[in-house]
C-alpha cells in the first residue's frame, strides 16, 4: 500500500504522487537523476524507514529512534514524533557493524563505523543522521551496497541521490542491495518508508561580519553587519544588534529570503564579543536566535596593546645589551610591533621606526632611552618607553701593600685597595708569580675580599675586574718570611752493650734567621712540651743513665721549632728466659726431639747444655752435653733438664718429662655391611681401629687378601670409618696407630647384584576382537627375587614408574589397540622394561550416512540414499521400518538392505550395521516431507459484500492453513478488483498452493457496487480498472525453507497496512507480535524447560505451533544448540568432510576447535545422525571444562546403573561427570539407556540444567 504523501490535495494530485512512488524504487534501481516531491514546510513531513521489505521477497524488523539533541530515545508511534526531536532514523536488529551518516555542522559530513553497545553510544547532538551500511541480512554479517539517499534541504523539495548534502534538513537511507541467505536482494523503499512530521528551524543560516580591517573585529567607527536567511518570509524580524534595536531589511531579489542589519560601533559599547538576537513570529510562537550557523564572530577591541620590554641582562656589561619586547593583546590581538632610539612619539611609526629582529628583540649599542611600538589587529596602537644605563668599559684602580715587614716565620697579609667610580668592583684576585690579565680572564688565580695571606717569599700579581668585566693588575714583592726550623743531629757515646751512663752529643744550627733556644727531656715529647718545660742544654750534649727515648728541641729567631729523639737500647740490668717442648707431642715408635725456646735480653747465649734427668745450674759447671741448635733428641721415656748462660753472665734451665713411646700393635674391628641385603649399588664397609695409645694414625683397604708390607709399600686405598666396593668377594683392611705400629684383617662380600630382570610379554588373543586382551607378563634372569611388576598404556621411559603404572600380578588387560610397557624390579633395585603392541582390538563403530531426495516437500514418493563408512569389515546390514534399537536386529528382526529405498509414506526407517569386531551401529531416518494434502483456505468477514459506488473498500482478507507447512496467509494471491467508482459485480478468487505444489480449493468473494443515491455517472459495469479504483495488493510470500526445530527459526511476513488513497487493497490481516505459544508441551514432564529455552530464544517451534518433544535430536542440532548456549563464535578448526556447505558447518568446526566434540574419526562428524545420550554426556562434560565446572576425579559409581556394562570406554568419565553435575540422570528401572537417542525433551532439560550450573558457578 502506498501511504500519501501531501494531505487535503486534490485527488488527481494524488493520483500522480501513487504513480511517482511506483516509479521511485526503479529510478534508485538504476541510479538515475534524483527525483523531487512535495512535502508540507516548517512543520516538515519528512521520511525514514519503519520496515525492511526486500524485492523479490522477504522482511526484516527495526528500531525506530530519535534525538531531541542531548539523549537518543525509542521511538514507538510516528504520529507522536516528539515537538523537540532534532533527527528520527531507524536501527536494525543487529547492532554489530554499523556505520552512521551525519552532519555536525551542517557544513561538512561524515561517515562512522561503529560497534554499539546501546542507544547512549549514538551521536545525540547532530543535526540529521541514516544508517550508511549495516548487516542487510540479521546476523549473517553480510553488507549492503549501493547506497542512495532520499532527504530534503528546504523542507519542500524532496531529493535522492548517493550523497546527502551537509545542510540537508533530514535524510533517510532509500536504496541499497544485499544478499540474504544466498539470495540477492534490494530494498523496496516504496513497501520499507514511513512519514512522520519534524519541526525544522525557520532561520537556516546566519553569519555576522566587520566592516573594519578584519571582518572578526571592529573598534570605535567600523560598521558590523548581520546577515541572516529563513525557509520562508518572515514578518518584519527584529533584531537586536551590539545593544541596539533594528528592524531587518530584507535584500531585494536575492535567491530565497535573505536580511540585513547594521550597527555603528562607538567608545561606548562594551569591548568583547558582539552579541545578537533575531526575534520573530513561527506560526503565532515567538522564537528568537542568538548564535550565528557557520561560527562567524565579531570581536568588539577599543583597547590598545599592551606592551611588556626587558633587558637580556640588567647586570653591567661591556658589549651591547638585547632589549626583548613583546605586545599582548587579549582583544584582537598584535598585528605589527617595531621600535626606535630615543622617545619617540605613536606617529613617528606610521612611516619609520625597525622591525624587532626575529619579531620581538633589537640591539642597545648605547646607554640610553628607547621606544617599541604595537597596533593590534582592530587598529589600536601603544608606544613603551626603556632606559639602557647598564654598559662599562672604563676599568678600576688598584694599590697594593704587606704587613708584617720584619722576619715571621707565619704568614704575611697583603691589603689591596680597588676603586671603579661607574660599574663597581666586581671581583679581585691574587696569584704567586708575574701572571697576565689573561692568565686571570681564563680562570687563574684565588678570589678574595680586601686582603690575602702568603707564606713564601716572592712575586704575587693581584687582579681587579668590575661589575662589566673591565680588569687591572699590580705585583708586590715578598722577602721576610722564614719558615725552615734549625736542623738538630744527637749522637750516643757508644752502641754497644754496658751497664754503664752513656753521654749523648747535640748538635743545632739554623741557615737563615739564626737558633735562639735548645732543650733536652727524658721521653719522647712535643714541642709545645718545651714552652714552659725541659732541660736548657749547658754545653755540647747531655748524659743518661737508662735505657729510653730523648727528646732535644731548638727554635730559631723567626719562631720555627724542630725536635728530634734518640732512643737507648744498649743498658742491660737482666737474665734470659727458657722454655722446653717436644717437636712432636704424638705417639711414636722413633726417638723424639725436644725444642727450646729462649727469650734474650739483647746480649746474646754464650753456653747451651743439655742432661738426662733434673739438675740445678751448678752441675753444668762441668757436666751436661752441649750443643748450638735450638733442639735435641732422645730415645726413652723420661726426664731431661737443659741449662744456658748470656754474654752477661746470667744463667737459666728448665726440665721437660718424654712419656709418649709406643711400640704395640693396633686392634682392628669386625667390618659391617652397609646394606646387609641384597642390591644392586655399591656396598659400604664400616671398620674402626683401637690402640693402647688410643691414637689411629691411618686405615687403608683394598680388593683380595693382603699383608701388611703390602700397605706399607703405599698400597692400598686411604679411608676412615667407611669405605664402599662395587663387587662381590674378599677384602683386607689395615691400621696404623699413632706410633707408626700397623696390623690387618680380611673379610667377604657377596650380596651385589646387578643383572637386570628379562620381561617375556604374551597376548591372551590375537583375532580381531571387540573386547579387551589380556597380556600376561613371565619376569626372569637375576640373582635376588623379583619384588615389583607394573604396566602402564603407551610406550614409557623407565623413569615414568618412579611415581606411575598400574601394579600387576603376572597378567593385565588392554581396553584398546596400541602400544603396552611393562615394569619390573628386583629385591636389588635392578630395574627394565618391555613393550608390546596390541592391534586386533577393534572398538570403533561404523557410521551410516543417509541422504533422502527431495528434502522439500513433495507429492511424489521420496528416495533413501544409505552409505557406510566401516573401519572394519562388515559381517551383516539390515533395515526396518519404525524406531528400532541394535537388540532388534540382533534377536534376528530386520531385513537386508540396498544403498536406495523408494518410500512412499512419512514415518521412521532404522538402518542396522555389523563388523566382524562386533561393533554395532544403528541410524534412524524419519521422512517428514511426503505431502499429498491440499491447504484449506478461509475467507476473514462475509462472502458477499455490498457498499455504495465512491465509498472506500478494505477487503477483509484471507487465511490459509496446510498440515505441513502451517500458516500460508503470507502465499495467498488474490484475482480479480474492485473499482467503487463504477457501478457493478466484481469477483475475487483466492487461490494457494503448499510447497509439495498441493494446490487449495478456490475460495470467491463478490463485491457489488451499487449507484450512488440521487443519481449521476454511474460509469460502466464493466468491472475494469478506472480511476479511483485499485487491485489487490498480495503479501509477498517467502519462499525459505520451513524450521525444523533447534536450530531454526520461525519467519512472520510483514503484510502492508491499508491505504487511504480512495481506493481499496486486498490486504492480509497483520500476524500477532505476541510469542506463539507451544501446542503440544502442557502436561509434559520438560514443559518448564522447553519453556524456559523458548522464551530465551535458543529453541523454536515449528510453523503449526508444536515444539515435537519426543521428537530425536539430530548430532547437528545439539552442537548448533550447545554452542549458543555458551556463546562460542569464531574459532574454527579443521572440518570433517561430511559436513561441507551443511547449515550447522560453523557450529560444529567452532566446536571442534574448543575440543567439545571429536567425531567418529578425522573424516566423518555424523551431523545429520540422531544423537545417542552418551554421545550427549560426552559433549556436555568436554563443555564443563571450558567454565570451570568441577569433574570427577574417581568417576561417579555407574554400578546403580544395571545397564553400565553398555557404556562404551570412551563415554564412562564423561557419563561418570555428567551425572555428578546433575546434568543427567537415569530412567526408571535403574538404567541409563547409554544408546538410547536423545530427544527434543531431554535436550532441552539438560541445557537449561547447564544454563543454570553455569550461572551458579560464577
Known amino acids: 500500500m502506498k501511504k500519501r504523501r501531501i494531505r487535503a490535495i486534490k485527488r488527481s494530485v494524488a493520483q500522480t504522487f501513487i504513480v511517482m512512488a511506483m516509479i521511485v524504487p526503479l529510478l534508485l534501481g538504476s541510479l538515475v537523476i534524483p527525483v523531487k516531491d512535495q512535502a508540507s514546510a516548517f512543520k516538515v513531513q519528512a521520511e525514514t524507514i519503519g520496515t525492511i521489505a526486500y524485492d523479490p521477497r522477504g522482511f526484516a524488523g527495526v528500531h525506530s529512534i530519535y534525538s531531541d539533541g542531548t539523549t537518543v530515545r525509542v521511538l514507538d508511534d510516528f504520529n507522536k514524533v516528539p515537538f523537540n526531536a532534532r533527527w528520527v532514523t531507524f536501527m536494525p536488529i543487529n547492532f554489530d557493524g554499523v556505520e552512521l551518516y551525519y552532519s555536525r555542522d551542517g557544513i561538512t559530513t561524515e561517515k562512522k563505523l561503529m560497534n554499539l553497545r546501546g542507544l547512549n553510544d549514538l551521536p545525540a547532538d547532530v543535526r540529521w543522521l541514516t544508517l550508511s ?74 553569519s555576522i561580519q566587520s566592516h573594519g580591517a578584519d571582518r572578526r573585529y571592529a573598534r570605535a567607527g567600523d560598521t558590523v553587519t548581520l546577515s541572516f536567511s529563513s525557509l520562508r518570509a518572515l514578518q518584519s524580524p527584529s533584531v537586536t544588534l551590539a545593544g541596539q534595536q533594528m528592524q531587518a531589511i530584507a535584500i531585494p531579489n536575492a535567491v530565497g529570503n535573505e536580511w540585513r542589519a547594521f550597527v555603528t560601533l562607538d567608545a561606548n559599547h562594551p569591548e568583547g564579543e558582539i552579541h545578537f538576537s533575531i526575534a520573530y513570529q513561527d506560526e503565532g510562537i515567538p522564537m528568537t536566535v542568538s548564535a550565528t550557523t557557520d561560527g562567524s564572530s565579531v570581536f568588539f577591541d577599543n583597547s590598545p596593546p599592551s606592551v611588556s620590554l626587558s633587558q637580556s641582562t640588567s647586570d653591567w656589561t661591556q658589549g651591547n645589551v638585547i632589549v626583548n619586547g613583546r605586545a599582548y593583546d587579549t582583544g584582537s590581538g598584535v598585528q605589527i610591533e617595531k621600535w626606535a632610539e630615543g622617545r619617540q612619539p605613536v606617529s613617528l611609526f606610521h612611516n619609520n621606526g625597525h622591525l624587532p629582529q626575529g619579531g620581538s628583540m633589537f640591539t642597545a649599542f648605547n646607554n640610553g632611552w628607547y621606544t617599541w611600538y604595537a597596533k593590534d589587529r582592530a587598529g589600536n596602537e601603544m608606544v613603551q618607553f626603556i632606559e639602557i644605563g647598564n654598559i662599562d668599559r672604563v676599568s678600576p684602580s688598584l694599590t697594593l701593600t704587606s704587613s708584617p715587614t720584619g722576619w715571621t716565620a707565619g704568614s704575611v697579609q697583603i691589603t689591596a685597595s680597588t676603586v671603579d667610580d661607574l660599574s663597581g668592583v666586581k671581583l679581585t684576585k691574587w696569584a704567586a708569580g708575574n701572571q697576565p690579565l689573561a692568565f686571570f680572564k681564563n680562570g687563574g688565580g684565588t678570589m678574595f675580599s680586601d686582603s690575602f695571606t702568603v707564606t713564601d717569599n716572592g712575586i704575587y700579581t693581584v687582579y681587579a675586574e668590575d661589575q662589566a668585566g673591565n680588569a687591572v693588575t699590580e705585583q708586590i714583592t715578598i722577602d721576610n718570611l722564614d719558615d725552615i726550623p734549625p736542623a738538630i743531629s744527637l749522637t750516643p757515646f757508644t752502641t754497644e752493650p754496658t751497664q754503664t751512663d752513656i753521654a749523648i752529643t747535640v748538635d743545632a744550627s739554623d741557615q737563615e734567621s739564626g737558633t735562639e733556644i735548645v732543650k733536652w727531656a727524658v721521653g719522647k715529647q712535643p714541642a709545645s712540651y718545651f714552652a714552659a718545660e725541659g732541660n736548657t742544654l749547658q754545653g755540647t750534649g747531655f748524659t743518661v743513665s737508662e735505657n729510653g727515648i730523648y727528646t732535644v728541641y731548638a727554635k730559631d729567631k723567626a719562631g720555627n721549632e724542630q ?106 674391628s669386625e667390618p659391617k655391611l652397609t646394606p646387609g641385603t641384597w642390591t644392586s649399588q655399591d656396598v659400604e664397609v664400616w671398620v674402626s681401629g683401637m690402640d693402647n695409645s688410643g691414637v689411629i694414625s691411618l686405615m687403608k683397604w683394598s680388593a683380595g687378601v693382603q699383608d701388611e708390607v703390602y700397605f706399607e709399600q703405599g698400597r692400598g686405598t686411604v679411608f676412615q670409618d667407611v669405605f664402599t666396593v662395587d663387587a662381590n668377594g674378599e677384602y683386607t683392611v689395615y691400621a696404623k696407630d699413632g706410633a707408626g705400629n700397623g696390623n690387618v684383617r680380611s673379610f667377604h662380600v657377596s650380596n651385589i647384584d646387578r643383572e637386570e630382570p628379562i620381561i617375556h610379554l ?66 636389588a633395585g635392578n630395574k627394565t622394561i618391555e613393550t608390546i603392541e596390541i592391534m586386533n582390538i577393534f572398538k570403533e563403530v561404523p557410521v551410516i550416512q543417509v541422504a533422502v531426495s527431495p528434502s522439500v516437500p513433495t507429492q511424489t514418493d521420496v528416495t533413501v540414499t544409505a552409505s557406510v563408512y566401516a573401519p572394519n569389515p562388515l559381517v551383516e546390514s539390515k533395515l526396518a521400518f519404525g524406531q528400532q ?61 455490498s457498499l455504495v459506488q465512491g465509498s472506500d473498500y478494505m477487503d477483509p482478507g484471507a487465511m490459509a492453513n496446510d498440515n505441513l507447512d502451517g500458516n500460508l496467509t503470507d502465499r495467498i494471491e488474490v484475482e480479480g478488483k474492485v473499482d467503487t467508482s463504477r457501478p ?85 490481516p497483520p500476524p ?48 548448533a544448540l550447545l554452542i549458543r548456549s555458551l556463546g562460542l563464535k569464531g574459532q574454527y578448526s579443521a572440518a570433517f568432510q561430511d559436513i561441507k556447505n551443511h547449515w550447522a558447518g ?78 543427567m540422570n537415569g530412567y526408571p528401572g535403574g538404567r541409563f539407556l547409554p544408546r538410547g537417542l536423545a530427544t527434543r525433551a531431554e535436550v532441552a532439560a539438560v541445557i537449561y540444567r547447564f544454563k543454570n550450573v553455569i550461572e551458579q558457578s560464577i
Do not use: C
Open 133 to 206: 551500511n549495516f548487516d542487510g541480512a540479521v546476523f549473517e554479517n553480510q553488507p549492503i551496497d549501493n547506497q542512495q539517499y532520499t532527504y530534503s534541504v528546504d523542507g519542500v523539495n524532496i531529493l535522492s541521490g548517493p550523497e546527502v548534502p551537509a545542510n540537508a534538513l533530514w535524510a533517510t537511507i532509500s536504496y541499497y542491495t544485499t544478499t540474504w541467505s544466498g539470495e540477492n536482494k534490494a530494498l523496496n523503499y516504496s513497501l520499507s518508508r514511513v512519514s512522520y512530521n519534524l519541526n525544522a528551524d525557520l532561520i537556516r543560516s546566519t
Open 563 to 668: 725536635i728530634e729523639t734518640v732512643e737507648i737500647t744498649n743498658i742491660y740490668k737482666s737474665g734470659p728466659n727458657l722454655r722446653l717442648s717436644l717437636d712432636n707431642p704424638d705417639w711414636a715408635n722413633s726417638p723424639v726431639r725436644i725444642q727450646l725456646d729462649v727469650t734474650d735480653n739483647g746480649s746474646g747465649i754464650a753456653v747451651q747444655k743439655w742432661a738426662a734427668g733434673h739438675h740445678d745450674p751448678d752441675y753444668f759447671n762441668n757436666e751436661g752435653t752441649p750443643f748450638t741448635d735450638s733442639s735435641f733428641t732422645v730415645d726413652s721415656n723420661g726426664m731431661y733438664t737443659v741449662y744456658i748462660k748470656d754474654n752477661a753472665g746470667y744463667e737459666a734451665v728448665a726440665v721437660i718429662e718424654v712419656t709418649r713411646m709406643d711400640n704395640e700393635r693396633p686392634i682392628i
Open 762 to 827: 604374551q597376548p591372551s588373543i590375537k583375532d580381531p576382537t571387540n573386547q579387551n586382551v589380556a597380556v600376561t607378563a613371565d619376569v626372569y634372569g637375576t640373582l635376588s627375587p623379583i619384588m615389583s611388576t607394573k604396566w602402564a598404556p603407551g610406550i614409557q621411559p623407565l623413569s615414568y614408574f618412579d611415581a606411575e603404572g598400574n601394579d600387576f600380578n603376572g597378567t593385565f588387560e588392554a581396553e584398546l589397540n596400541g602400544w603396552y610397557t611393562v615394569y619390573a624390579e628386583s629385591a
Open 885 to 945: 534399537d541394535a537388540s532388534y536386529f540382533a534377536h534376528g528382526g530386520g531385513e537386508p538392505w540396498s544403498d536406495r529405498l523408494e518410500v512412499h509414506d512419512n514415518g521412521w526407517i532404522t538402518y542396522y550395521v555389523r563388523d566382524h569386531a562386533g561393533n554395532e551401529s544403528v541410524k534412524l531416518v524419519e521422512i517428514t516431507n511426503i505431502d499429498r494434502e491440499k491447504p484449506v483456505i478461509t475467507l476473514l468477514g462475509e462472502s458477499r459484500i
Open 984 to 1068: 457493478g459485480q466484481y469477483t475475487l478468487r483466492y487461490s494457494v498452493a503448499d510447497r509439495a505444489g498441493n494446490e487449495a480449493e478456490e475460495v470467491v468473494r463478490t463485491v457489488n457496487v451499487t449507484p450512488r443515491p440521487g443519481g449521476g455517472d454511474t460509469g460502466s459495469t464493466d468491472p475494469t480498472p478506472g480511476s479511483g479504483g485499485s487491485e489487490p495488493n498480495p503479501a509477498p510470500v517467502d519462499k525459505g525453507d520451513k524450521n525444523e526445530g533447534l536450530p531454526g527459526s520461525i519467519s512472520t511476513p510483514t503484510t502492508p497496512a491499508p491505504g487511504n488513497d480512495g481506493g481499496s487493497s486486498a490486504a492480509q
Open 1072 to 1119: 500477532s507480535k505476541q510469542t506463539p505459544a507451544l501446542t503440544d508441551i502442557t502436561g509434559h514432564w520438560a514443559e518448564s524447560d522447553i519453556q524456559a529455552l523458548y522464551d530465551l530464544k535458543l529453541v523454536k517451534g515449528y510453523p503449526d505451533g508444536s515444539y515435537k518433544p519426543d521428537r530425536p535430536v539430530t548430532r547437528a542440532e545439539f552442537v
Open 1146 to 1223: 560453523d557450529a560444529i568446526r567452532t566446536a571442534l576447535a574448543h575440543g567439545i566434540i571429536g567425531g567418529y574419526s578425522s573424516r566423518a562428524f555424523g551431523p545429520d545422525d540422531p544423537i545417542t545420550r552418551e554421545q550427549m554426556a560426552v559433549m556436555l562434560a568436554n563443555s564443563s571444562q571450558l567454565v570451570s565446572l568441577s569433574s570427577s576425579v574417581s568417576g561417579t559409581n555407574l554400578t546403580s546403573f544395571k545397564d553400565q556394562g553398555s557404556i562404551s570406554a570412551w563415554a564412562k568419565q564423561q557419563v561418570s561427570d555428567v551425572v555428578e553435575n546433575e546434568l
